[in-house]
């Protein structure tokens, strides 16, 4: 079953915001939707089966917890050209980063 044609039947359609923002929820590791970093690191797995042996990644997936934060539609310019990244996944380092 694929949770996106179910949603889009009918006289409603799904359009591209809205599936970013049921991944976006689905990817924060810290949402209310219970799951923790479990759909994160099923993500991440599923990257990493299409690179060769990346450790960095590896390491990554294999933590205890994954702290991650998640953006939709952020704007960056490159080559003097507006452009939109749809959901942006930056993983959080504890090691490096303040506690207090």
Known sequence: MNIFNVLSQGKSRLH?????????????????????????????????????????????INQDFIDAEVNLEVQYTYNDQRNDIDIQLGIIDKSTSDSK
């Not at 923002?21 to 590791?29: C, E, I």
């Open 16 to 60: 591209e915001p809205s599936i970013s923002a049921v991944l976006g929820y689905l990817l924060s590791p810290n949402g209310d939707h219970g799951l923790g970093d479990t759909f994160l690191k099923s993500f991440l797995k599923l990257c990493n089966s299409n690179i060769e042996n990346d450790e960095l990644l590896n390491n990554i």
